[in-house]
């Protein structure tokens, strides 16, 4: 069983502060893709992608957002501490089986600009 330091312990090697939100995104889903697979899930069925302005499972349609609804339980509450402590950029679960990371948080966006929770 896949377990949340078994995501994280996968992601912390790919991740940095000077990564934009959607190379994060692609990042992650990467991982999850594999995690996926390794437990036998159907990945295109079971994890998810989806860019700012496409239609989403909630409200909000400016991030990039990567789901896993049949991944550990509330895995994405844990990850998105750890991602946001080790890159200070905001990674942020809207349910616990989703994250998402404002484009508005990337390094080249001024810092006014920025998200308003955004770390550093």
């Given at each position: 069983?896949?377990?949340?330091?078994?995501?994280?312990?996968?992601?912390?090697?790919?991740?940095?502060?000077?990564?934009?939100?959607?190379?994060?995104?692609?990042?992650?889903?990467?991982?999850?893709?594999?995690?996926?697979?390794?437990?036998?899930?159907?990945?295109?069925?079971?994890?998810?992608?989806?860019?700012?302005?496409?239609?989403?499972?909630?409200?909000?349609?400016?991030?990039?957002?990567?789901?896993?609804?049949?991944?550990?339980?509330?895995?994405?509450?844990?990850?998105?501490?750890?991602?946001?402590?080790?890159?200070?950029k905001l990674?942020?679960?809207?349910?616990?089986?989703?994250?998402c990371f404002?484009?508005?948080?990337?390094?080249?966006?001024?810092?006014?600009?920025?998200?308003?929770?955004?770390?550093?």
């Amino acid at each position: 069983m896949i377990t949340t330091d078994d995501i994280w312990d996968r992601l912390r090697p790919v991740l940095n502060g000077q990564m934009k939100a959607e190379e994060m995104a692609q990042a992650v889903y990467a991982v999850l893709v594999d995690l996926a697979v390794a437990e036998g899930q159907d990945h295109v069925i079971e994890v998810s992608i989806r860019k700012p302005g496409e239609r989403r499972h909630f409200a909000g349609e400016t991030s990039w957002c990567v789901i896993w609804e049949a991944g550990p339980h509330d895995w994405a509450i844990p990850i998105s501490m750890a991602i946001t402590h080790r890159t200070g950029k905001l990674a942020e679960p809207y349910y616990g089986f989703d994250l998402c990371f404002e484009p508005a948080d990337d390094p080249d966006v001024a810092p006014g600009a920025r998200s308003p929770g955004r770390p550093g």
